[in-house]
């Protein structure tokens, strides 16, 4: 088992910059597959990107594609989201998750047994 704290979320104006940091508990962080999703209000949760147990592969959504990069150290237990140039529509609460079972990189969120409580991130206009 594996618990998850986000942070790093906030306001920032269209066209900046921010970076989300993800820390899990135990041991056994590097047994995990980790993704990021995010929920806006009254939509549904997406897959944002993920990064294999090891690091070595990465998956983007198309809208987040060449803005957003995933990584992570093992060392530190901790995944990251750097993203640039925000764009107001990428406003939502973000979460991080763990994937136990995955072979490479997961999208669909029933793949993902372990959440964190949510950051939110506010692009404005």
């Known amino acids: 088992q594996v618990q998850l704290v986000e942070s790093g979320g906030g306001l920032v104006q269209a066209g900046g910059s921010l970076r989300l940091s993800c820390t899990g508990s135990g041991r056994t962080f590097s047994y995990y597959a980790m993704a990021w999703f995010r929920q806006a209000p009254g939509k549904e949760r997406e897959f944002v990107a993920g990064?294999?147990?090891?690091?070595?592969?990465?998956f983007y959504a198309d809208s987040v594609k060449g803005r957003f990069t995933i990584s992570r150290d093992n060392a530190k237990n901790t995944v990251y989201l750097q993203m640039n140039s925000l764009k107001p529509e990428d406003t939502a609460v973000y979460y991080c998750?763990?994937?136990?079972?995955?072979?490479?990189?997961?999208?669909?969120?029933?793949?993902?047994?372990?959440w964190g409580q949510g950051t939110q991130v506010t692009v404005s206009s």
């Open positions: 990064i294999s147990r090891s690091g070595g592969s990465t």
């Open positions: 998750a763990a994937d136990r079972n995955g072979v490479g990189v997961r999208t669909g969120v029933r793949a993902y047994e372990y």
